[in-house]
T-cell receptor
Framework: SQQGEEDPQALSIQEGENATMNCSYK?????LQWYRQNSGRGLVHLIL?????REKHSGRLRVTLDTSKKSSSLLITASRAADTASYFC????????????FGKGITLSVRP | EPEVTQTPSHQVTQMGQEVILRCVPI?????FYWYRQILGQKVEFLVS????????KSEIFDDQFSVERPDGSNFTLKIRSTKLEDSAMYFC????????????FGNGTRLTVT
């Protein structure tokens, strides 16, 4: 697998349901971040979780990080049609200077 | 809220021509980046820039590419001798403390090489 690989690749749910997206990575990280991208637009930062944190909340978003399994999950509760977008995880790899490495992304469709 | 701005939003060029993509990062940020995204695919790192020099670059960022911060506000990506496979969305981003903080992205420049 690649550094920052999300699954599933695509997810379709009904409005009001919860959406769970997963990310796996290969190497040691300083932090992991989730971003959202609406079609044809730039990426928007959602949440950052540091390597010494296990869970973080922001509004309807909940992120977990398991460094022993090198994985993270993003949960969006009570989804809305406006949550329809692509979601990317990105890792700040230990010793990697300054860049973030992004995964391929998950396409989330929320049906009204 | 401050934002990263990119111009132009869409650039069409012929194969072999040079293009310059422009970005104005957030004013108090110190780290600047270029990423690209070929349609529907992953977001690929090209280069990061700090303290007026390249801090890291990917294998994609070969001699065809260069970056410059010509003044206190602009950050440019130059692509020489464009190829069809350079067609992509190019995103500029900035942050205050590098990868340890969120990156703020512009809305991108869609480059089409014909």
């Amino acid at each position: 697998s690649q550094q920052g690989e999300e699954d599933p690749q695509a997810l379709s749910i009904q409005e009001g349901e919860n959406a769970t997206m997963n990310c796996s990575y290969k190497t040691s990280i300083n932090n992991l971040q989730w971003y959202r991208q609406n079609s044809g637009r730039g990426l928007v930062h959602l949440i950052l979780i540091r390597s010494n944190e296990r869970e973080k909340h922001s509004g309807r978003l909940r992120v977990t990080l398991d460094t022993s399994k090198k994985s993270s999950s993003l949960l969006i509760t009570a989804s809305r049609a406006a949550d329809t977008a692509s979601y990317f995880c990105a890792t700040d790899i230990t010793g990697a200077n300054s860049k973030l490495t992004f995964g391929k992304g998950i396409t989330l469709s929320v049906r009204p | 809220e401050p934002e990263v701005t990119q111009t132009p939003s869409h650039q069409v060029t012929q194969m072999g021509q040079e293009v310059i993509l422009r970005c104005v990062p957030i004013s108090n940020h110190l780290y600047f980046y270029w990423y690209r995204q070929i349609l529907g695919q992953k977001v690929e790192f090209l280069v990061s820039f700090y303290n007026n020099e390249i801090s890291e670059k990917s294998e994609i960022f070969d001699d065809q590419f260069s970056v410059e911060r010509p003044d206190g506000s602009n950050f440019t990506l130059k692509i020489r001798s464009t190829k069809l496979e350079d067609s992509a969305m190019y995103f500029c981003a900035s942050s205050d403390i590098g990868g340890r903080s969120p990156l703020h992205f512009g809305n991108g420049t869609r480059l089409t090489v014909t």
